[in-house]
């Protein structure tokens, strides 16, 4: 394992690159890796479409990321499909990239396979949708299934496996790194 030092702070994840000193050099090098066919760069330049209101751009964006394997892309591409945003509203469209960003082990994209599951009242599929996305990190998930069972269609087994799953995977993230990106 790389070890951490201040320099490190500095560059990027992926490429060890220095981060840009500038909006115009940052706009270079993303640009470039976009050409590159790097899922993370389309996927960020599709997030900076879609909040610009551009949702052809962003569409075209998050499908090739999508199609490159970024499971955010395909959470992205399910919102868009949900909410209508530059495409047409489309139920299997939105469910398809949902399940491909859960197969995926987005946590987001498995909540909402959930919520879903539980607006058509198929709550035994929701819970063990929730129950997923808790073992995954997801705090929403939690929230769901302490109302589930409290409610009484979730099993105290079942809701006390999803909490030490959840416990386990926040105490995964935890590193000297974030930390110190949670101070700056």
Same mark, same amino acid.
């Given at each position: 394992?790389?070890?951490?030092?201040?320099?490190?702070?500095?560059?990027?994840?992926?490429?060890?690159?220095?981060?840009?000193?500038?909006?115009?050099?940052?706009?270079?090098?993303?640009?470039?890796?976009?050409?590159?066919?790097?899922?993370?760069?389309?996927?960020?330049?599709?997030?900076?479409?879609?909040?610009?209101?551009?949702?052809? &751009? %962003?569409?075209?964006? !998050?499908?090739? /990321? +999508?199609? =490159? @394997? #970024?499971?955010?892309?395909?959470?992205? *591409?399910?919102?868009?499909?949900?909410?209508?945003?530059?495409?047409?509203?489309?139920?299997?469209?939105?469910?398809?990239?949902?399940?491909?960003?859960?197969?995926?082990?987005?946590?987001?994209?498995?909540?909402?396979?959930?919520?879903?599951?539980?607006?058509?009242?198929?709550?035994? &599929? %929701?819970?063990?949708? !929730?129950?997923? /996305? +808790?073992? =995954? @990190? #997801?705090?929403?998930?939690?929230?769901? *299934?302490?109302?589930?069972?409290?409610?009484?269609?979730?099993?105290?087994?079942?809701?006390?496996?999803?909490?030490?799953?959840?416990?386990?995977?926040?105490?995964?993230?935890?590193?000297?790194?974030?930390?110190?990106?949670?101070?700056?």
């Amino acid at each position: 394992m790389r070890q951490f030092d201040e320099r490190s702070a500095l560059e990027c994840p992926f490429c060890r690159q220095l981060y840009a000193k500038s909006e115009e050099e940052d706009h270079r090098q993303k640009k470039k890796r976009c050409e590159a066919n790097d899922p993370f760069a389309l996927r960020e330049e599709g997030r900076t479409h879609f909040v610009d209101g551009d949702y052809e &751009r %962003a569409f075209e964006y !998050w499908a090739k /990321a +999508a199609e =490159l @394997g #970024d499971m955010d892309a395909h959470c992205g *591409l399910s919102l868009m499909y949900r909410d209508g945003h530059g495409v047409e509203k489309d139920k299997g469209k939105e469910t398809y990239h949902f399940e491909e960003a859960a197969i995926g082990g987005h946590p987001d994209a498995r909540h909402m396979l959930g919520c879903n599951e539980g607006e058509n009242v198929r709550l035994d &599929r %929701a819970v063990k949708h !929730w129950i997923i /996305a +808790a073992k =995954l @990190g #997801d705090d929403e998930s939690i929230e769901r *299934l302490k109302e589930g069972f409290k409610f009484g269609y979730v099993r105290k087994e079942d809701f006390a496996t999803a909490l030490r799953g959840h416990q386990a995977a926040v105490d995964a993230t935890k590193s000297p790194q974030r930390e110190l990106a949670e101070k700056r």
